[in-house]
């Protein structure tokens, strides 16, 4: 395990490395939080913690939550000097308890997406805040979503009418990731495809709730070589230059992801 400046917490020891949509969203995130006071924050879905380790460095009090043992086991190694607490299970204390919550990446794994929400609503204090991310269109969906046990890609309407239903006001969305996301999408279609056919040979019956409780933390098996090079000093440069790309893009459509901050009423 290794704390690098430029990606954050790598531990391919434990399966976790960070992946370029990964570094696209971490940028941002760190970025809309940056004049954030700084509060006790819950991450729900939280996979492996990588974030939350860097939101920890920043002053965040936080408690990461993942319904998953195998990303719970893996976060609670990750954070065990962090003094981070990583639990599989909510608390009955936690009611209007948290000053922000970040969910990545886990709103189209559920079925109830508006039920899930204003469960969490619940968890926040008035005038806490949320940071949400989601996959995008619908016409994006391919063997990726069917890898990671997801029900549905979002349009920007329907997260908009998502987040109003549920009592919260939206304080900034964006659409980010073009253009290295939308580069890299054929190119990890097939990836996902030819991981998906040799699973299914071994595992025919595999569970979209099993696939879901695996899908953030098996990031050394779905990046394979590419790490390698993303790793190295090239590889380095030509990422922190489609990190300052995206910024340039964020209010069109053309990622393939969005990222929405909002407050609790």
């Excluded at 924050?41 to 195998?70: N, Q």
């Excluded at 886990?106 to 005038?127: C, N, S």
Aim: with cysteine; aromatic share 10%; glycine share 10%.
């Amino acid at each position: 395990m290794r704390l690098d400046p430029a990606y954050g917490i790598e531990a391919p020891e434990l399966g976790w490395v960070p992946a370029p949509r990964y570094l696209l969203r971490r940028s941002r995130v760190l970025k809309l939080l940056r004049d954030v006071p700084r509060g006790r924050i819950l991450e729900v879905g939280c996979g492996a913690g990588a974030l939350l380790y860097d939101l920890a460095k920043e002053g965040f009090r936080c408690t990461g939550y993942d319904t998953s043992e195998d990303a719970v086991a893996v976060a609670r190694k990750i954070h065990e000097q962090t003094g981070v607490t990583i639990g599989s299970t909510s608390s009955a204390t936690w009611e209007a308890d948290f000053d922000g919550l970040l969910a990545f990446e886990v709103l189209e794994h559920v079925d109830d997406d508006l039920g899930t929400i204003r469960q969490w609503a619940r968890w926040v204090k008035p005038g806490g805040w949320f940071l949400i991310s989601v996959p995008a269109h619908s016409s994006m969906w391919g063997p990726l979503d069917e890898w990671a046990g997801h029900v549905r890609r979002y349009g920007r309407s329907d997260l908009r009418r998502l987040v109003e239903q549920a009592a919260l006001a939206i304080v900034h969305l964006e659409c980010y990731g073009f253009p290295l996301s939308r580069l890299m999408h054929p190119v990890r279609s097939r990836r996902y495809a030819a991981l998906l056919a040799r699973h299914k040979s071994l595992t025919p019956t595999v569970s979209r709730a099993r696939q879901t409780a695996s899908s953030g933390i098996r990031r050394t098996e779905v990046l394979g070589s590419l790490y390698r090079f993303h790793v190295n000093g090239p590889g380095k440069l030509i990422m922190r230059v489609f990190i300052g790309l995206q910024g340039l893009f964020l209010n069109t459509d053309w990622g393939d992801g969005y990222l929405l901050l909002a407050r609790k009423n």
